[in-house]
């Protein structure tokens, strides 16, 4: 009954404010602590829209990083967990880009409406391993649109000193109330606009390091179990 209520405009437009309002509140019970803080300034000070990537398992409290008045959008799938996110993020003052990170249609899509954005000056986060991984895994997609748009891949991420590491195939970090928090910047990637298929892969490989040594920096921080990556997917033959 829970399910087919949430695929209901009203039943998401209720659940997405009350998720809201809770991740609101949440964050502003933690005691945040910024890591690397001058790659924060020189995002916040730019003019320029950049490309924030990010784990699909830490994004629960990743629209709590952007301090700046300046217009900010965030990946989101169909899939109607993912109108769900989209609508609570909207809520707490992220705009919303309908697609996927992943290959076919829905990331063409996806493509289309994050070039749109970034040329409009508009920032945006994207997961590379969503929304279906594998975990800690970058896809390709960010980095044709680093190519494309011009606009540097920033790597963040996040941690609690209090979380639940749920059993979902991300193992999404639930973050608990009253913690300690980081959150880490990394320094940026930039695609050349003639990188050829080697360099692209090579920097989709670099991504996915620098990704997962920040996460491990994150939750080494604060003592928590680190996370590992899932095995890469197999290449088509």
């Keep these: 009954m829970l399910k087919r209520l949430l695929r209901t405009d009203t039943g998401r437009e209720v659940a997405s404010r009350l998720l809201a309002t809770f991740i609101r509140g949440l964050a502003r019970t933690i005691r945040w602590q910024i890591i690397n803080p001058e790659i924060a300034d ?35 799938s169909k899939h109607p967990d993912g109108r769900l996110i989209a609508r609570t993020i909207e809520h707490l003052g992220i705009q919303d880009i309908v697609g996927s990170a992943g290959k076919g249609k829905g990331g063409a899509q996806a493509l289309r409406g994050m070039l749109r954005a970034l040329q409009s000056g508009t920032s945006v986060g994207v997961t590379p391993d969503g929304p279906r991984g594998p975990r800690m895994r970058a896809s390709g997609g960010v980095i044709a649109l680093a190519r494309m748009s011009g606009a540097p891949i920033y790597p963040v991420t996040w941690n609690v000193s209090r979380r639940k590491v749920l059993r979902s195939w991300d193992r999404f970090i639930l973050a608990l109330p009253f913690a300690r928090g980081v959150y880490i910047w990394g320094d940026p990637i930039h695609v050349p606009r003639d990188a050829d298929e080697a360099q692209m892969e090579a920097l989709r490989l670099e991504l996915e390091k620098r990704l997962n040594q920040l996460c491990a920096e994150a939750d080494a921080a604060l003592g928590t179990d680190p996370i590992a990556p899932a095995d890469p997917a197999p290449e088509a033959s």
């Design 42 to 76: 020189t995002i916040f000070r730019s003019e320029k829209p950049m490309i924030g990537a990010f784990w699909h398992n830490r994004i629960m409290l990743m629209t709590e990083i952007w301090n700046s008045d300046r217009p900010f959008a965030m990946l989101q």
